[in-house]
């Protein structure tokens, strides 16, 4: 099995940035994707930045030029860079992770970490 944890989050002020990180430990053969989803006031999650086992990444509208998700596969790391937050950013934030292990090819969620950004 795999466990993925979150850390990073904060209050900012807006036009203010935070880097998150998330850890995988585990068993891992292989980690493919991973991605960082928030879940807002709304209890929607959704996808914001996604990058490949071979770098590839999108980002969603909302973040794109502001945000920037990489990996550190030597530390089974991902890791979400923000700037230029703005209030709309206030969210929990998850990391999603798939990966292969003893029982197979799997999709993971952190547990979560709060950014909230005050205007």
């Known amino acids: 099995q795999v466990q993925l944890v979150e850390s990073g989050g904060g209050l900012v002020q807006a036009g203010g940035s935070l880097r998150l990180s998330c850890v995988a430990s585990g068993s891992i053969f292989s980690i493919s994707s991973m991605g960082w989803y928030r879940q807002g006031a709304g209890n929607q999650r959704d996808l914001i930045a996604h990058?490949?086992?071979?770098?590839?990444?999108n980002y969603a509208d909302a973040v794109k030029g502001r945000f920037t998700i990489s990996r550190d596969n030597a530390k089974n790391t991902v890791n979400l860079q923000m700037n230029s937050l703005k209030a709309e950013d206030t969210a929990v934030y998850y990391c999603r992770s798939i990966a292969e292990t003893s029982s197979g090819r799997r999709l993971y969620w952190g547990q979560g970490t709060q950014v909230t950004v005050s205007s």
């Open positions: 990058i490949t086992s071979s770098g590839t990444t």
